[in-house]
């Protein structure tokens, strides 16, 4: 239509104007509403009846009209129930018999807003995850990236949070959830929620019942919270895989915390990330274990190999684990990197593996050997290396190395193809100072030991002949760490360890305190053999070594030594315990004894426990962790031992005495 035929009544625009969706209201200069159409209506919940005359503040406390503001602007608005929304007005003003009047057009924008809002929680939640996942590709260990994850909850910019949260694991055989990660916890609060059994507290609760808990304030379920504790309310989230529970989330939230609503679906979604890289975490670790004890033993295969040569005349093997302790510090004071120091280390046991092919009449000769009994004794180096020749893996590669060299001398007069000076493999020389260094100062059958001193002086005496003299040099610089590992892998002597257990006082742990700390004590060994003797000679002289190996453990652990010596002595005692029970065992089947089921299944089961236990020491997540499982492991191992052969070992003399 032409615009010249459009009416311009005022009944045209106030139909049009009535006909908006829009809310379109005019006021003039003091406020008061002039005009109110349907809109507004639908918008506020007032009739234009109800609402001419009367003040728009009655509707928008904040409106600005009087300023002669125009354009487009975001209030607040009150429904008639009295709920507050968000508008968008715009504002238009004009003069009118001298007075200024002001129309107004407004939209709730609530949906608006809303989406605007889940389109921003919908991308803060992607970012999220994203950098959850991210995370989980770096190396880090469970605990780190935990700690991580937190830091990254608390990154989000719209959950009115407090920087305080949790994670925590389950411990499936204890039925309670350990504390693994933290942030804005007091060390009292720490301390409290350290260990947390299912049903104890919002978080122990939340791993029985498996849902999603948010507590607006501190109230009575708060079973454990530190003094200094400020209101505030949490989400305890579980952390699920597939049916199982791994953990609970506890996020710290605001007092009074009101929830978008979507909050808890993201919540659920972070937890179901958590879930993913815990899973992920504790397969790689277990992987990893696997990896490690595949390697251990490999490398227990080799040293028990090495030990196999030396206990004919060497009780108890102890002489290849010290000999390559010193080639791995000789290597080392040498320039050799660190993965060449752990070959030495892994490869010196081997150096005499060819003594398995020489008779015990020669080995086990107390006298000098004839010159014909010496060219069949230094065979044992082609022996050697015949048996590890064809292996370019290390550390075989180089153990063949080592047998076939560490008798060759500086001056060219060694065997087997009398090399001399750097035509002798480094490795060969290494490993001739550390043998015959540790045979030196060792106790045999046909010798005593030489003092520390004696010795360094024989080495010095023979360097530039027999030794590398730069290598001699090293040794005498190494001279403190060296008596360290003597201290550490002494032999034991059957009738000194009688003596000195009748001395020492072995110590082992009991726990004390309602808290689960566990702290050492000593228990005295005095009178050993009226109580623990049960009258069979060699049975009771493997239950001195057992307890002998338990002290060393006991030591070593308390003097803090590293996690690889604990672990070497850890593998010496479960080899004697698995050597010990095969003997006992053997006992009771020639004498017919009527429990030997029972015995030998508690046999069993001990290994079984000692075996696990000592396959999650490398899982622990810190030095403080895993002190304590080894302390809680030589708790058992005392206890148990003391126990069975006090008690059902004892049965096995009296039964014999009885029977025999």
Known sequence: MPASTVPVNEDYYRALVQSLHDAVISMDQDGVILSWNQGAQACFGYT???????????????????????????????????????????????????????????????????????????????ILISALLETSLEPLTLEQQLEVSLDILHS??????????????????????????????????????HQVAFGQCLCGQTAVTRQMTLVRQVDERHALHPESMQPHGHYCVPITLQGRLLGVLNLYVEEGHCPHPEEENMLTLVANTLAGIIEHRLVESRLQQLHRDLRTTRLEIIRRLGVAAEYRDNETGMHVIRMSHYAALLGKSHGLDERACEVLLNASPMHDVGKIGIPDRLLLKPGRLSRQEFEIMKSHTLIGGHMLLGHDEEPLATAYVIAMTHHEKWDGTGYPNGLSGNDIPLAGRICAIADVFDALTSERPYKKAWSIERAMAEVERCSDSHFDPDLVGHLRALLPDIIEIQRAYADVNSAHLIHMLDQIEATTTAASGPSGDVGMTRVPLANWNNIYDIGVANIDQEHRTLVHWVNRLNHAIRADREDQVVDEILAMLTHYVQSHFSHEEALMERCHYPDLTAHRAQHEAFAQQVKERIRQLPLCTDSGSRSQAAIDLLHFLTSWLFNHIGKVDRAIGLFLRETY
């Not at 503040?57 to 129930?81: F, N, T, Y």
């Not at 719209?158 to 920087?163: F, G, H, P």
């Not at 411990?171 to 804005?184: C, F, H, I, K, W």
């Open 156 to 193: 989000l910019p719209w959950l009115s949070r407090q920087s305080k949260g949790a994670i925590f694991l389950v411990d499936e055989a204890n039925q309670t959830l350990q504390l693994v990660a933290q942030r804005g916890f007091s060390d009292q609060h720490q301390q409290l929620c």
């Open 48 to 126: 234009a009846d109800e609402m001419l005359g009367r003040s728009v503040q009655h509707v928008m406390p904040a409106c600005c009209w009087h300023d002669g503001s125009s354009g487009a602007i975001e209030l607040e608005g009150i429904h008639r129930k009295g709920d507050r929304f968000p508008v968008e007005v715009s504002l238009s003003s004009w003069i009118e018999q001298g007075r200024r009047h002001v129309a107004a057009v407004l939209r709730d924008i609530t949906a608006r807003k809303k989406a605007v809002l889940d389109i921003e929680h919908a991308y803060h939640t992607r």
